[in-house]
């Protein structure tokens, strides 16, 4: 395996991006990584040569260009950018607020929209380089009531990431959509998962997944962060990468149960489908 590569990853401080930092270093890699607290991920992945920390605003552009190109000054390029920066955030569509849901937006979609589009111009002059947008299962499956924001923010990355990838291909650059399932991170903690301000307790099936989510899924996740970390260097090596990438047994069991009831009504509803036809 190649360790020539150097990486770009965004909120590297803890969870799927500090296992990937931490697993690209130790395989000899270079790596950039961002984050809001530069001290925490300094001190959770210790000094290296291999290794620039950076303080980054994702939501500001100015930030996020300097950052990029201090990452290519230091190490002199950038071959794969890991869009894995954002938030959950729960609550239903009444009751999450208009500020909420745009915050929302503008972390998981708008911050990395700005990392592409500043990183863009060295690769088309490159003519090469992979992005790998992360999104999630809520991203391809949103039939869990109060997550409606958080699973349209990241079915907007997956989106987006097809676009990107028939607009970048030409260029030698690739990307991907990411889909974790459960990981044993700290996604369902504190700091990484907001909670509604005005809840409604009429909407009983999302007070009790919200629940659910808060007491019973952190500490059980069946996704090891390691394993997501090295399946991600293994399909960065590929000469060919796909557009949808599934992490975790549960994300994949999820998409081919999606697949097959979009499937099913696909067929049930054809006749009304075509009938719209001139």
């Given at each position: 395996?190649?360790?020539?590569?150097?990486?770009f990853?965004?909120?590297?401080?803890?969870?799927?991006?500090?296992s990937?930092v931490?697993?690209l270093?130790?395989?000899g890699?270079?790596?950039?990584a961002?984050?809001?607290?530069?001290?925490a991920?300094?001190?959770?992945?210790?000094?290296s040569?291999?290794?620039?920390?950076?303080?980054?605003?994702l939501l500001?552009?100015?930030?996020?260009?300097?950052?990029?190109?201090?990452?290519?000054?230091?190490?002199?390029?950038?071959d794969v950018?890991?869009?894995n920066?954002?938030?959950?955030?729960?609550?239903?569509?009444?009751e999450?607020?208009?500020?909420e849901?745009?915050?929302?937006?503008?972390?998981?979609?708008?911050?990395?929209?700005?990392?592409i589009?500043?990183i863009?111009?060295y690769?088309?002059?490159q003519?090469?380089?992979?992005?790998f947008?992360?999104?999630?299962?809520?991203?391809?499956f949103?039939?869990f009531?109060?997550w409606?924001?958080?699973?349209?923010?990241?079915?907007?990355?997956?989106?987006?990431t097809?676009?990107l990838?028939?607009?970048?291909?030409?260029?030698?650059v690739?990307?991907?959509?990411v889909?974790?399932?459960y990981?044993?991170?700290n996604?369902?903690?504190?700091?990484?998962?907001?909670?509604?301000?005005?809840?409604?307790d009429?909407?009983?099936?999302a007070?009790?997944?919200?629940?659910?989510?808060?007491?019973?899924?952190?500490?059980?996740?069946?996704?090891?962060p390691?394993?997501?970390?090295?399946?991600?260097?293994?399909?960065?090596?590929?000469?060919?990468?796909?557009?949808?990438l599934?992490?975790g047994?549960?994300?994949?069991?999820?998409?081919?149960?999606?697949?097959?009831?979009?499937?099913?009504?696909?067929k049930?509803y054809?006749?009304v489908?075509?009938?719209?036809?001139?």
């Open positions: 395996m190649k360790k020539n590569k150097v990486w990853v965004t909120g590297a401080s803890k969870g799927l991006g500090l990937l931490k697993a270093i130790k395989e890699y270079q790596v950039a961002t984050t809001r607290d530069l001290d991920i300094t001190k959770a992945v210790g000094a040569s291999s290794f620039l920390p950076l303080q980054m605003n500001d552009e100015q930030s996020v260009e300097t950052s990029i190109a201090k990452a290519i000054r230091f190490f002199g390029r950038i950018v890991v869009n920066a954002g938030y959950g955030q729960l609550g239903t569509i009444e999450l607020t208009d500020q849901a745009r915050q929302n937006f503008d972390v998981n979609v708008f911050g990395s929209l700005n990392v589009r500043k863009m111009p690769w088309r002059e003519r090469s380089g992979a992005f947008n992360i999104s999630s299962i809520g991203g391809f949103a039939g009531p109060g409606g924001i958080y699973c349209a923010s990241k079915f907007a990355v997956a989106g987006f097809e676009s990838a028939a607009e970048v291909r030409s260029f030698g690739s990307a991907t959509v889909y974790p399932g990981f044993k991170t996604f369902l903690l504190e700091g990484s998962l907001n909670l509604p301000k005005n809840p409604i009429s909407y009983v099936e007070r009790q997944l919200e629940a659910v989510h808060k007491n019973e899924i952190p500490g059980n996740q069946p996704g090891d390691e394993k997501a970390a090295t399946a991600l260097i293994e399909v960065a090596e590929r000469d060919e990468k796909p557009i949808h599934f992490l047994s549960d994300a994949f069991g999820m998409a081919e149960n999606q697949l097959r009831a979009i499937g099913d009504e696909l049930k054809e006749a489908s075509r009938s719209t036809d001139f």
